[in-house]
């Protein structure tokens, strides 16, 4: 079946610097979406991705979908003490996985000021 | 808009009774979906509904889960004489539309612990 992953599983960083996660998929996606998770908190929706190479921003988020539709990757500028929390990406794959939204292990991100 | 609402918030069960956990989704939200996350793990999914209709089982799921949503509204996840492997956080997440269009709305979760 479709399997998603994520790297690095941990990053730590000081206020201001960048930060990326990179997430793979074994199959082509159909979409890709993210989501933040807070200590303590439950998945939050940030972005979906649907075309191949596409890019979308929010704010210091930047979001890409690689042109093969297999990848992806969440880059943050100048990073703040609210951006701490573990992002994950989760795949679509409606040919292999039908409906089911499968998501990877997660990157977690401490900032510390 | 209320929000995804789970009940109980935790559970501690001894190995071997039954437990059973109710999810709310967003009113008019027509799929919901069931998920088990365990510490430095992304969520597992674990089964859907459309309406009534439980569309789609991951195939990990042990027969000693079982979940229903009989009037396209509220859910409830069985889990049959748990083990404590069972432990770990139990979401609920709805959405508007086929879930690949849209994002999914998670509740807070009931985290089980089997001891």
């Known amino acids: 079946g479709q399997q998603v992953m994520q790297i690095p599983q941990y990053q730590h960083v000081q206020e201001g610097e960048d930060f990326t996660t990179y997430c793979n998929s074994s199959t082509t996606l159909s979409n890709i979406q993210w989501y933040k998770q807070r200590p303590g908190g439950h998945p939050v929706f940030l972005i979906q991705l649907v075309k191949s190479g596409e890019v979308k921003k929010q704010k210091r988020l930047t979001f890409q979908f690689g042109e093969a539709k297999k990848n992806s990757s969440l880059h943050i500028t100048a990073t703040q003490t609210t951006d701490v929390g573990t992002y994950f990406c989760?795949?679509?794959?409606?040919?292999?996985?039908?409906?089911?939204?499968?998501f990877g292990k997660g990157t977690s991100l401490l900032v510390t000021p | 808009d209320t929000g995804v609402s789970q009940d109980p918030r935790h559970k501690i069960t001894k190995r071997g009774q039954n437990v059973t956990f109710r999810c709310d989704p967003i009113s008019e939200h027509n799929r919901l979906y069931w998920y088990r996350q365990t510490l430095g793990q992304g969520p597992e999914f674990l089964t859907y509904f459309q309406n009534e209709a439980q569309l789609e089982k991951s195939r990990l799921l042990s027969d000693r889960f079982s979940a229903e949503r009989p009037k396209g509204s509220f859910s409830t996840l069985e889990i049959q004489r748990t083990e404590q492997g069972d432990s770990a956080m139990y979401l609920c997440a709805s959405s508007l539309v086929p879930g690949g269009n849209s994002p999914l709305h998670f509740g807070n979760g009931t985290r089980l612990t089997v001891t």
């Open positions: 989760a795949g679509f794959d409606f040919r292999n996985s039908g409906y089911a939204l499968n």
